[in-house]
């Protein structure tokens, strides 16, 4: 019995030193780099939806505000940002515009690196745009940053359609559709004029 005990204590002081690794990956014990996407408030990115999202206010027209997001390198390899930039698959304002601040690509471990963003709206309503960061991290390769505001004016906004189709009508009769234009800025919608133009033939009237 004796051997067997030591042969068993043995075998729980090697298991307690595997518990002991401090490798950033404990399942293959290789050291890799962790990212993590922060606002210059200390909030970090949700680590289930991979987003995080910063709210701008609502800003005067033509009033440069600017905001930014802090990428963290939490690992202990270095952290390679392949692409800090909008998000193709979503629509995003031009009025916002991200300054990258000649970085180069990696981030060593402990660093950080902040990236600002511009937001100087030209109209009136509700503004966003979302940016992606890639990187080497496994679990978290693609963090996404939304960041929203309000321009502190008039805007005007047609609803979809935004063709519309009179289809086929008979010679001498005439055909009625309807359009809605919608004031979603802050301020009054003042409208000053609406014409038909790019008509040769002259079918088109406006009630």
Same mark, same amino acid.
């Given at each position: 019995? /004796? *051997?067997?005990? /030591?042969?068993?204590?043995?075998?729980?002081?090697?298991?307690? &030193?595997?518990?002991?690794?401090?490798?950033?990956?404990?399942?293959? $014990?290789?050291?890799?780099? =962790?990212?993590?996407?922060?606002?210059?408030? $200390?909030?970090?990115?949700?680590?289930?939806?991979? &987003?995080?999202?910063? =709210?701008? $206010?609502?800003?005067?027209?033509?009033?440069?505000?600017?905001t930014a997001f802090?990428?963290?390198?939490r690992g202990d390899?270095?952290?390679? !940002?392949?692409?800090?930039?909008?998000?193709?698959?979503? =629509?995003?304002?031009?009025?916002?515009?991200? %300054?990258?601040?000649?970085?180069?690509?990696?981030?060593?471990?402990?660093? %950080?690196? /902040?990236?600002?963003?511009?937001?100087?709206?030209?109209? #009136?309503? #509700?503004?966003?745009?979302?940016?992606?960061?890639?990187?080497?991290? =496994?679990?978290?390769?693609? !963090?996404?940053? &939304?960041?929203?505001?309000?321009?502190?004016?008039?805007?005007?906004?047609?609803?979809?359609?935004?063709?519309?189709?009179?289809?086929?009508? *008979?010679? $001498? %009769? %005439?055909?009625?559709?309807?359009?809605?234009?919608?004031?979603? #800025?802050?301020?009054?919608? &003042?409208?000053?004029?609406?014409?038909?133009?790019?008509?040769?033939?002259?079918?088109?009237?406006?009630?």
């Open positions: 019995m /004796r *051997p067997r005990n /030591r042969a068993l204590a043995a075998s729980l002081l090697f298991t307690i &030193t595997l518990v002991r690794c401090q490798c950033e990956d404990p399942l293959t $014990g290789i050291p890799a780099p =962790e990212i993590d996407v922060c606002s210059d408030d $200390g909030a970090c990115h949700n680590p289930e939806t991979l &987003t995080i999202q910063l =709210e701008l $206010g609502v800003v005067a027209i033509g009033q440069e505000v600017r802090v990428v963290h390198n390899r270095p952290l390679l !940002v392949s692409r800090v930039a909008l998000d193709a698959a979503v =629509e995003s304002s031009a009025d916002f515009r991200l %300054q990258t601040g000649g970085f180069g690509g990696e981030i060593a471990p402990g660093a %950080q690196h /902040r990236f600002e963003v511009l937001y100087v709206p030209t109209d #009136g309503g #509700g503004d966003s745009a979302t940016y992606e960061v890639v990187s080497n991290d =496994e679990d978290e390769p693609r !963090v996404l940053v &939304t960041l929203s505001a309000r321009g502190d004016g008039p805007r005007i906004c047609p609803r979809p359609p935004l063709v519309i189709s009179f289809g086929e009508v *008979p010679v $001498g %009769q %005439q055909r009625v559709e309807r359009y809605t234009f919608e004031s979603c #800025g802050t301020r009054p919608l &003042t409208v000053t004029r609406i014409e038909v133009v790019d008509d040769a033939d002259g079918v088109f009237a406006l009630e």
